[in-house]
């Protein structure tokens, strides 16, 4: 099955620098990669999503890249706030098709702390 | 519009009782997913359901552990005789039929088990 594996797991930077997480697949067949955002205590919350035919979005001060080759993607933050403070996962959906679609398999997570 | 709707949000078992969650997808959803996070861990599926089906149930244990999805009401996860290690947050999160794959997250029951 798939395979997702996040770096770093805890990341602090300063209000305004930018911050970028990383994460690596192992299905090469997924084509589906989501972000979502999770503040303690709270629901996850989808932040961005990048499909494998595209190789970066970006929405205001976030984006996503997406290497398939590697088979790795990427979160990057610019600007950053102290609201941005969180815990971020990745995901990676399994392919279409039988029995594995519509399951996301989610990384370990980051957890992100901006200081004012 | 309502998002998805999960009750309750705190739910205390003890040891060898029933814990019974209740997810409410997003209206016009008619694909449900429960997820489990542990205590400082990421999310891992449990089952994937839509209406009367179970389309994925290949996270979930064998033993103890059931979901169901009817064609009127919420999906139920059902986890008969609970012990410590169920206690987690449970997630459920819903996604329109035909997909887009963006799938909306409930705001969790976190179920303790005495």
Redesign the interface.
């Known amino acids: 099955g798939e395979n997702v594996e996040q770096h770093p797991s805890t990341l602090s930077v300063q209000e305004g620098d930018s911050a970028v997480i990383k994460c690596t697949y192992s299905d090469s067949a997924s084509n589906y990669f989501p972000w979502y955002k999770q503040e303690l205590g709270k629901r996850p919350q989808l932040i961005i999503d990048i499909r494998s035919n595209v190789g970066e979005k970006k929405d205001q001060r976030i984006a996503v890249t997406l290497n398939k080759t590697a088979k790795h993607f990427s979160l990057h933050i610019t600007e950053t706030q102290p609201e941005d403070s969180a815990v971020y996962f990745c995901a990676a959906r399994a392919n279409a098709g039988g029995t594995s679609y519509g399951k996301l398999t989610f990384g370990q997570g980051t957890i992100l702390t901006v200081h004012p | 519009n309502a998002g998805v709707m999960q009750n309750p949000r705190h739910l205390v078992r003890r040891r060898g009782q029933e814990a019974r969650l209740r997810c409410s997808p997003m209206k016009g959803h008619s ?1 449900v ?1 429960w ?1 489990r996070q542990l205590p400082e ?5 449990m089952v ?1 359901l839509q209406k009367e089906n179970i ?2 149930e ?2 979930m244990p064998k033993e103890r552990f059931s979901a169901e999805f009817p064609k009127e009401g919420p999906s139920i996860l059902r986890i008969q005789q609970v012990v410590r290690g169920d206690s987690a947050a449970y ?1 459920c999160a819903s ?1 329109p039929l035909p ?1 887009p ?8 029951t976190r179920l303790t088990v005495l």
Request: proline share 8%.
């Open positions: 694909h997913y997820y861990e990421g999310l891992k599926f994937y389309i994925d290949s996270g997630f996604s997909p794959d963006t799938q909306y997250f409930g705001p969790g």
